[in-house]
């Protein structure tokens, strides 16, 4: 069993930034990738960005491409999501998952982009 609790998430004013972070407990010896999620009020769930956990290769949503930034602390379990030039339209709950042989998720913390 995996459990995945995030942090970071707030109000910040439009162009700023955020760091979120996900930490994990547990044996996560059948995951395979890393990724963060967001859902906007009213819209679909997105895949953000994603990071294999062999050889920490990126993928990323192109509506955060050059803005945002996936990045993992192995010995911590930790993964991150540096947000920078946040817009309005960043604004949902972002999660985290761990997945793998199963998908583990996070509670989910809300980001809030607004003047």
């Known amino acids: 069993q995996v459990k995945l609790v995030e942090s970071g998430g707030g109000l910040v004013q439009p162009g700023g930034s955020l760091r979120l972070s996900c930490a994990a407990s547990?044996?996560?010896?059948?995951?395979?990738?890393m990724c963060w999620y967001r859902q906007a009020l009213g819209k679909q769930r997105e895949l953000v960005a994603r990071?294999?956990?062999?050889?920490?290769?990126?993928d990323y949503a192109d509506s955060v491409k050059g803005r945002f930034t996936i990045s993992r602390d192995n010995a911590k379990n930790t993964i991150y999501l540096q947000m920078n030039s946040l817009a309005p339209e960043d604004t949902a709950v972002y999660y985290c998952?761990?997945?793998?042989?199963?998908?583990?998720w996070g509670q989910g913390t809300q980001v809030t982009v607004s003047s």
């Open positions: 998952v761990f997945a793998g042989v199963r998908d583990y």
């Open positions: 547990g044996s996560i010896f059948t995951i395979d990738r």
């Open positions: 990071i294999s956990t062999n050889g920490g290769g990126t």
